[in-house]
């Protein structure tokens, strides 16, 4: 199962005021593991970028002087997202200006559906609390204390791993070898490694009889006299 974890940086919060996208990061999933494989753009917005804006990620026009316009660049981002879901925290932001852009250039818009919402499960799984991504790092014990400002690709990695997280966590494959009786560790590729540990058969316990003795048996029933109308009676 493919996914793409997904994050955009932008000239300011609405593309229904003319903001534009200015990076776009998107990392590749496989079965809910990073594959390795990204998409890193930046993008030239053809406008100026709000003050506010570039104080939470730190990029300015003049560095994107000489990067692509998103015209040149929308079949590599097509090309890569397919149309496989999309983890996006706060999917209605991105997806508006991702759609925005799209349409700019005559391209047919993705729909909502593709989005998966991280805000929107983090909301559900843990209600009241704040959930923006910096605050699921805290929560899930993920290590951003290189995010000194948003960056689309670092955040769309740390992204994955709270996605991860919110699905239930990491678990290690795991092997029964009837032949070792061993449990072992999967590779990612699926290829037993070394085993968690051996099972030493001299020192298994012989298998106990579950029948209460008579003994048990009394000590029950003496017990039920003590209640009112016990169920165990009806």
């Not at 990067?67 to 397919?82: H, Q, R, S, T, Y």
Request: glycine content about 6%.
């Amino acid at each position: 199962m493919r996914e793409i974890a997904l994050d955009t940086e932008t000239t300011g919060i609405s593309p229904r005021d003319g903001h534009r996208i200015i990076e776009i990061g998107a990392l590749e999933l496989m079965h809910h593991l990073p594959t390795g494989r990204s998409l890193h753009l930046y993008i030239n917005p053809e406008r100026d970028i709000d003050e506010g804006a570039i104080a939470v990620h730190g990029i300015t026009l003049d560095f994107l002087a000489d990067k692509p316009i998103f015209a040149d660049v929308a079949e590599e981002f097509l090309a890569f997202i397919g149309s496989d879901p999309l983890v996006i925290h706060n999917a209605s932001f991105d997806m508006a200006f991702i759609n925005s852009e799209l349409t700019r250039v005559d391209r047919p818009v993705l729909a909502m559906a593709q989005s998966i919402d991280t805000l929107a499960m983090a909301r559900k799984k843990f209600p009241g609390a704040q959930a923006n991504l910096d605050a699921l790092c805290r929560r899930f014990e993920i290590d951003n204390s290189h995010r000194d400002l948003h960056g689309a690709l670092l955040d769309a990695d740390l992204l994955a791993s709270v996605y991860i997280e919110l699905l239930g966590g990491r678990q290690p494959g795991l092997l029964l070898d009837a032949d070792q009786n061993s449990m072992s560790k999967m590779s990612r590729d699926g290829v037993a490694e070394e085993p968690y540990f051996q099972i030493d058969e001299k020192n298994i316990r012989p298998i106990r009889a579950h029948a209460p003795t008579d003994e048990e048996l009394a000590a029950h029933a003496e017990f039920l006299a003590c209640l009112k109308d016990p169920i165990w009676n009806q």
